[in-house]
Antibody
Framework: QVQLVQSGAEVKKPGASVKVSCKAS????????MHWVRQAPGQGLEWMGI????????SYAQKFQGRVTMTRDTSTSTVYMELSSLRSEDTAVYYC????????????WGQGTMVTVSS | QSVLTQPPSASGTPGQRVTISCSGS????????VNWYQQLPGTAPKLLIY???QRPSGVPDRFSGSKSGTSASLAISGLQSEDEADYYC????????????FGGGTKLTVL
């Protein structure tokens, strides 16, 4: 069935980087856009950016410009989100989510990856 | 501070009808469609309503959505205990370089 499986929880120190993976299965990887959305503990959802798995083009939320990099590996149907210069405020669950077409809706979500930033 | 405004909480008894509002502006809800997501405790969000009022396959028709101007609403009829969850509205925002924006979420309690 269609699913997105993310990598496991991470604990990082302030200033470090984290790279989260999201492996797609059950559909044609290059036919759907992929987004990253995060959720701080007890807080709402926050959009981080989008990658087009077909050509690799990306667009990031202004808040994360310069700190986030989204990439993909078509040979393994996996997208990656790397966030650098981590601070305590980046402690959150990070989700990947599939979108059928631009400005459509996120129809499939990964299970989430908890990233904890602590000294 | 979320771009879209939702009430932080809502409640109802089993069988009742409840509505959750979502207020935005001309750059988001006013010019783009609205989606709603349901997040059960400890799980990832799930698409509940897309394109203002469309239900994905498998979503009961107890859930319905509507949009008017720069506001949208989610209605749940025949409330059930399993509907207790957080609900988020979302829309594309055309300002700056464009981005997805969410409401702050509404925690629905079934009394």
């Amino acid at each position: 069935q269609v699913q997105l499986v993310q990598s496991g929880a991470e604990v990082k120190k302030p200033g470090a980087s984290v790279k989260v993976s999201c492996k797609a299965s059950g559909y044609t990887f290059t036919s759907y856009y992929m987004h990253w959305v995060r959720q701080a503990p007890g807080q709402g959802l926050e959009w981080m950016g989008i990658i087009n798995p077909s050509g690799g083009s990306t667009s990031y939320a202004q808040k994360f410009q310069g700190r986030v990099t989204m990439t993909r590996d078509t040979s393994t149907s996996t997208v990656y989100m790397e966030l650098s210069s981590l601070r305590s405020e980046d402690t959150a669950v990070y989700y990947c989510a599939r979108e059928v077409s631009p400005r459509d809706a996120f129809d499939i979500w990964g299970q989430g990856t908890m990233v904890t930033v602590s000294s | 501070q979320s771009v879209l405004t939702q009430p932080p909480s809502a409640s109802g008894t089993p069988g009742q009808r409840v509505t959750i509002s979502c207020s935005g502006s001309s750059s988001n809800i006013g010019s783009n469609t609205v989606n709603w997501y349901q997040q059960l405790p400890g799980t990832a969000p799930k698409l509940l309503i897309y394109s203002n009022n469309q239900r994905p396959s498998g979503v009961p028709d107890r859930f319905s959505g509507s949009k008017s101007g720069t506001s949208a609403s989610l209605a749940i009829s025949g409330l059930q205990s399993e509907d207790e969850a957080d609900y988020y509205c979302a829309a594309w925002d055309d300002s700056l370089n464009g981005s997805w924006v969410f409401g702050g979420g509404t925690k629905l309690t079934v009394l």
